[in-house]
């Protein structure tokens, strides 16, 4: 300690006297003997630093604190002012644009435009008005209004805007118009009188017209060629099409061919005449075993067969050459009338609840009611689009009454007596597949490609009862029990659906009945006149029968080469089955 307070002394001692030489100088200078005193170099602690920005900010001083941020530059290297920040941008600032303005700062065609203290519609109003007029106002006065430009225009026209002319001035500027339009038409003041109030002539076209091409004459018509005609007729024909047809399918002229030896017999009976001794034998249905008949007499597929009702003697086919024919099925087994009326396919068939008449529904959107013994074409219908499906109300009393499933969604009702539509049931969203009869006829079922089911009250067209699941299909098929309690539904993912006909309408979910494929094909299903089987034709060109109790396969059959679309069971005959197919044949099962 003694030794670290003597060295701070003689420090002290040394400080004081460099302090004295530092004030008095020329006392040392004076001192000969006085040793030169010893400079030595300034030390710091401190880093180097580079001071040069610095000095360069300090330097210029004010002028930093105006110059505009360059928008080019990424960063910012100090804090600028608010005037920096919404300073303008002068000058070319930007090496690499046309006007010096960089392309993420136009916000106009020509440029940067700043936003300005005025509104848009007083803007256009001086603009226009400065390019119509050579004046405007000068919105940079403080008090009143201040004008610029032609002031001898300002004073002849009152400072007025184009934006409010008055009302005086508008109307004579129209005069004026109208009175260069006139004089640039060669439209003269001393016209005939009675031209110019005649609509016909081409005076009062001319004072009347209200667009350019209003009061014009077109040239002499030119013929049109042979092309331009067939594209005419063929966008015509396009347009009635989409519009409906003008309500009427094609027209064929209907043709009739008996093929039997006479039309009446010796006693004078008509050859649709039923036996007398037809009757059912048995009450219990069999199932058939073995080929007894084969009808070929079409030359395509054949859609549908019906037997002639309660007797059977007659069976009605529509083919898909156009053709109707109705065969002999007790006697000779021979065709015995054809029936020529459509130029499309016929879809369905039904007869009449006596069979002296038929209805045949076709794709070139007819519906034709025919007389099944002369073969004459008694009414034709047409919506002008293509029926699926045709049925007759079956009440002996309503039996002039025609409801028609449509392609466009709609069942149609026709009075045959009046040769009306009385009703349209329009509901379904697709094509109307099936119409069936339920309840005594007071109500029917229809199905659709829209994959529901929809009951209605005949007559009404309100749906009572609506029917549709996300697992269904669509149901190309349907036919009622003879018991009439149930539906039997074909439906499209390859199995037959039964439904209730009472107030619900239920699925009955213990009953079902598959092992066919069907899907893509409208194959029919049909019952046994007892009820105790069902039986359906499929895609394969088999016929199965089912147990309506237990619900199993009872039999299949190879009916035809193709689809098996059509199945029929005798009405008397209980084990007589009929089976039409896409291969053009009739087949009758023993």
Known sequence: MDLLRAYSDQNDEELNEQEQQNQNP??????????????????????NVDDTMLALTVADGQRSLSRPIDPTQHIVGFNPTYDQLWAPIYGPS?????????????NHKLGFVEDASIEPFVFDE??????????????SASAGYNYVGDFEALQKNDAVSVYNIPQHEQKKRKIEKRKELEEDEGVDDDMDPEEVQNPASDV?????KKSPWAGKKDGPPTELTEEQKKYAEEYAKKKGEERGGGDKGEVVVEKTTFHGKEERDYQGRSWIAPPRDAKASNDHCYIPKRLVHTWSGHTKGVSAIRFFPNYGHLILSAGMDTKVKIWDVFNTGKCMRTYMGHSKAVRDICFNNDGSKFLT????????????ETGQVISTFSTGKVPYVVKLNPDEDKQNVLLAGMSDKKIVQWDMNEGKINQEYDQHLGAVNTITFVDNNRRFVTSSDDKSLRVWEFGIPVVIKYISEPHMHSMPSISLHPNSNWLAAQSMDNQILIYSTREKFQLNKKKRFAGHVVAGYAC?????PDGRFVMSGDGEGRCWFWDWKTCKVFRTLKCHEGVCIGAAWHPLEQSKVATCGWDGLIKYWD
């Open 524 to 528: 029919q299903v049909n019952f046994s």
């Open 361 to 372: 529904a076709s794709y070139d959107k007819n519906i034709k009611y025919w007389d099944t």
């Open 26 to 47: 020329s006392s040392t200078t004076s001192s000969p003997d006085a040793s030169p005193p010893r400079l030595l170099p300034a030390k710091s602690a401190a880093p």
């Open 204 to 208: 009062w076209l001319m004072k009347n």
């Open 126 to 139: 001086q603009y226009n008005t400065f390019h119509k007029y050579g004046y405007a106002a000068d919105p």
């Open 94 to 106: 930007h090496p690499y644009a046309k006007d010096g303005i960089a392309q993420g700062m136009r």
